[in-house]
């Protein structure tokens, strides 16, 4: 089992920035990408961005340009930074882990085996 765990959540002003971490208890393939979704309140899941092993990386359209997604190689971990926050992007922020997900399936939940439990972004003025 992976165990999958998220940090970095807080609650900051319209325009500021937040970092959010993701580790991963062990590398699950040789091939893994690992991905953020995130749930605002009475809303669906969404998928916010990925990084795949060979170091692509995608965006959902309302997070391009503000958001980064990186890793730090054999440690499992990945990062992403948000910057220029905005109320909109207030939700749980989920991180999750798949093997050999092809790039038509990146943006699916399904796709992805190991799920963090989330943590909790919050934009206000």
């Known amino acids: 089992q992976v165990e999958v765990v998220e940090s970095g959540g807080g609650l900051v002003q319209p325009g500021d920035s937040l970092r959010l971490s993701c580790a991963a208890s062990?590398?699950?393939?040789?091939?893994?990408?690992m991905a953020w979704f995130r749930q605002a309140p009475g809303k669906e899941r969404e998928f916010v961005s990925a990084l795949r092993w060979n170091g692509y990386t995608y965006y959902a359209d309302s997070v391009k340009g503000r958001f980064t997604i990186s890793r730090d190689g054999a440690k499992n971990t990945m990062h992403l930074q948000m910057n220029d926050l905005r109320p909109e992007d207030s939700a749980v922020y989920y991180c999750?882990?798949?093997?050999?997900?092809?790039?038509?399936?990146?943006?699916?939940?399904?796709?992805?085996?190991?799920w963090g439990q989330g943590t909790q972004v919050g934009v206000s003025s």
């Open positions: 062990r590398r699950t393939s040789n091939n893994p990408t």
């Open positions: 999750a882990v798949g093997n050999g997900i092809i790039l038509s399936s990146i943006r699916t939940q399904s796709a992805y085996t190991y």
